[in-house]
């Protein structure tokens, strides 16, 4: 199952004037992963675009990962990087043979991959398949395994940004610029 934020439409109108028609969006936050996963004490950790990286090892200090590219949005006070570096040089460095074996403690790759798929159907311009952008990582609680959830989702359909003609392109055009994508897939 893929968890996703609930919204609705609504009508705003401000002192009795219409003002347009606008989406309200579930936030990503304690309240959501307590509906979606029935705990809310992990690790939530937002992927912030600062440079162009793509799941390469950076090296064994945490904070090369975190808050540069995974801002913590829960135990903001102890926000324990550590098993990103971990899952991180497994991405990189765990044997073709026993990758599957290797990333199990860290994501489930079927789920991944059917994430990827979403995003690839609704040809998604700003996803983590063709910019590795937009999403956040739980971090179960008192686990190694997380889950990605996606996060602003308005480029979909094609929507202009990095590529205007994104529902022409060939399906998954951009796995393999991605460590985890490439891996995942082999």
Do not use: C
Not at 85 to 98: G, H, L, P, Y
Not at 118 to 135: C, H, K, P, Q, R
């Amino acid at each position: 199952e893929l968890p996703a934020n609930r919204e609705v439409n609504t009508k705003l109108y401000v002192n009795g004037e219409y003002s347009g028609l606008y989406t309200i969006i579930e936030s990503t936050d304690k309240d959501f992963l307590k509906r979606v996963f029935g705990e809310n004490d992990g690790y939530l950790y937002e992927y912030i675009f600062a440079a162009s990286w793509h799941f390469e090892y950076l090296g064994d200090d945490p904070t090369l990962y975190s808050p540069k590219f995974f801002e913590p949005k829960t135990n903001e006070s102890k926000p324990d990087a550590k098993p990103i570096v971990d899952m991180v040089r497994t991405i990189n460095t765990a044997s073709d043979a026993e990758f599957a074996a290797a990333m199990a403690p860290y994501l489930d790759l079927t789920l991944f991959m059917k994430h990827l798929a979403v995003e690839d159907f609704l040809a998604e311009t700003d996803g983590i398949l063709s910019g590795m952008n937009n999403f956040y990582l739980y971090r179960f609680e008192k686990k190694t395994l997380s889950q990605f959830l996606p996060h602003d989702k308005d480029l979909t359909f094609g929507g202009q940004f990095n590529r205007q003609n994104r529902w022409s392109a060939p399906l998954l055009s951009f796995a393999s610029r991605n460590v985890l994508i490439r891996r995942a897939m082999n």
